[in-house]
């Protein structure tokens, strides 16, 4: 049966306190809304429909830059969530499978819960994820009849006996399309908020004789983020669960709770990853390798057997070969370091091509930015470049090439050449001594000093 996915992320978030629409705060570097899209991919789904409402324009571009064949629909006024499902139903008009509807503050549903959801859709018209809350509070309460959910009760209207059940309504439904929006044109808004309730199709549905069931899950699953301490507390849970996923497959942390990851962090087995590393977007990590203490790496990929660290600071771009080297206090940014070079100290490499076996000394840089535009440094294999050299692209060094400490290279060097651009160094005999004298009487002057 093919599935189709509704996301709702309508809603403002007011206990965010926030101009930014809710489903667009992040956990690990991605929107909320990013992470129940994930969520759902992994049902592999036909459709994928959003329903936005706060922010429209800001949500609908972040889930096209995510996935350009989505659909954004929009619910103008927020008339409750039976109300937001069916501003999808034209979008659904020519599909004929299930619909599973998650909700966009909702991040951490796995994919495991949901393939059981759709495996209980065999035998049933619509199904409910549940949980057990350790404290129930004033959530809904699923009451079951063995294997079949009998009906919905909100807190404010369950009996003593029923706000006893601590197995718990998380909102998540799935059903066939037809039915849905058969099911969905019964609800009427009987209650105080005049809304229409997505959970209103279970009791209309079994007033219909349609067999409806739920499928419990962990409570952490159904976290919602409805504050700034939801979302510290969400960013907690992702962390501690994506540490614990990479030392099983084999990557060492050696103090786990200092490193931060992101959303779509990689990292191969046998690598280790010492204290206080931030893993930004976009960050491949292969086998093998060393990342040293506090180093900060984005949208950058790192092959097998290479060192990085610490204080290194690698930038969207950076592509290192294998068994490179990358010292303290170095920046990488839009560059390639070729195999087994090394840039062990104190240097930036921006908008450049370095070549294999090539050492970069102390103090480099490339001079990329002339204020207007980047341009490009390509240095060769086997180069030498000395400590303190200034490259001033767009420039070339060929290889087995060499500059002199110091040098301020502004023209190509050939291959095997020595490039020394620096001043003669001329030599004042006494001259210091005169110079500390005149400054420390400067100073004496200054300081009232007789």
Do not use: W
């Not at 034209?90 to 994919?111: H, K, N, R």
């Not at 809350?133 to 009996?159: C, H, N, T, W």
């Not at 990851?261 to 204290?275: A, F, K």
């Amino acid at each position: 049966m093919s599935t189709a996915l509704v996301i709702l992320a309508a809603g403002k978030g007011t206990r965010m306190k926030s101009d930014k629409p809710k489903v667009l705060h992040e956990i690990a570097n991605a929107p909320l809304l990013i992470h129940a899209m994930q969520a759902g991919a992994s049902l592999e789904p036909q459709r994928t429909v959003i329903v936005a409402g706060h922010g429209y324009e800001e949500v609908r571009q972040t889930v096209v830059d995510h996935d350009p064949e989505a659909i954004v629909v929009l619910q103008e006024e927020q008339n409750g969530t039976g109300h937001a499902v069916s501003m999808c139903r034209d979008a659904l008009e020519d599909f004929d499978g299930d619909v599973i509807v998650l909700f966009g503050d909702t991040p951490f549903v796995s994919a495991q819960t949901l393939e059981r959801m759709v495996a209980a859709r065999a035998d049933n018209a619509v199904v409910v994820l549940g949980f057990t809350a350790a404290d129930p509070g004033k959530y809904g309460r699923l009451i079951m009849q063995g294997d079949s959910l009998e009906k919905i009760v909100e807190f404010a209207d369950a009996s003593p006996e029923e706000r006893a059940v601590t197995f718990c309504n998380s909102g998540v439904m799935l059903a066939k399309r037809d039915q849905l929006f058969g099911l969905l044109d019964a609800v009427e808004p009987h209650n105080a908020q005049g809304e229409y309730y997505l959970t209103d199709i279970v009791g209309i549905a079994r007033d219909r004789g349609l067999p409806v069931t739920a499928v419990a899950c962990d409570e952490a699953e159904t976290l919602g983020i409805n504050s700034r301490a939801h979302l510290a507390e969400a960013e907690s849970i992702f962390q501690t669960r994506a540490r614990a996923e990479l030392m099983d497959l084999g990557v060492t942390l050696q103090q786990p709770d200092t490193v931060m990851l992101s959303y779509d962090t990689v990292i191969g087995r046998d690598t280790v990853i010492e204290p206080n590393v931030y893993f930004g977007p976009g960050v491949t990590v292969e086998s093998g390798t060393r990342i040293r203490a506090f180093s900060h790496l984005e949208g950058c990929h790192i092959a097998r057997g290479s060192s990085v660290g610490p204080y290194a600071r690698l930038r969207p771009g950076a592509e290192l070969s294998e068994h490179t080297h990358i010292g303290n206090f170095v920046e990488i940014k839009n560059a390639t370091i070729g195999e087994g070079s090394k840039v062990n100290h104190l240097s930036y490499i921006g908008d450049a091509a370095i070549g294999e076996s090539t050492n970069i000394g102390a103090g480099t840089i490339t001079c990329n930015y002339d204020g207007v535009m980047k341009h490009h440094t390509a240095i060769g294999d086997r180069a030498f470049i000395g400590s303190n050299t200034m490259l001033v692209a767009p420039v070339s060094i060929g290889h087995g090439a060499m500059t002199g400490s110091g040098s301020v290279i502004t023209k190509d060097v050939p291959d095997a050449a020595l490039a020394l651009a620096r001043a003669d160094q001329v030599n004042k005999p006494g001259l210091a001594r005169k110079l500390f004298e005149i400054l420390k009487s400067k100073k004496q002057k200054r300081d009232g000093v007789a």
